[in-house]
């Protein structure tokens, strides 16, 4: 399985952007998939993931009401939008595709992970 993630810009705090992140290889639609970041000199951390049925989602605390993710398994594509963007925020963003079916907030339950990319957001 290969991801391609995409979308990652400069924006102003306040604002807005989506990522997405394109599956080829696999069957997309049996797998867990998530979002995770890593900011300049810190650890990576989870942001979303969402179950292979769809509906299920978990957020981490930080991003919980202004980050939503979702998947369109006819496209094999997974998104985040993010909304009210804050300096914090800033980081580079990696998606990943967990062959388990869970929406797990640990790094080391996906199998697969995209290349980043990165969100710049000015204050």
């Known amino acids: 399985v290969q991801l391609q993630a995409s979308g990652g810009g400069l924006v102003q705090a306040g604002g807005s952007l989506r990522l997405s992140c394109a599956a080829s290889?696999?069957?997309?639609?049996?797998?867990?998939m998530g979002w995770f970041r890593q900011a300049a000199g810190k650890e990576r951390e989870f942001v979303a993931a969402?179950?292979?049925?769809?509906?299920?989602?978990y957020y981490a605390d930080s991003v919980k009401g202004r980050f939503t993710i979702s998947r369109d398994n006819a496209k094999r594509t997974v998104y985040l939008q993010m909304n009210s963007l804050k300096s914090e925020d800033t980081a580079v963003y990696y998606c990943?595709?967990?062959?388990?079916?869970?929406?797990?907030?640990?790094?080391?339950?996906?199998?697969?992970w995209g290349q980043g990319t990165l969100v710049t957001v000015s204050s």
């Open positions: 290889g696999g069957t997309f639609s049996s797998y867990g």
């Open positions: 990943a595709a967990d062959e388990g079916y869970g929406t797990s907030p640990a790094g080391n339950s996906y199998d697969y």
């Open positions: 969402i179950h292979r049925n769809g509906y299920s989602t």
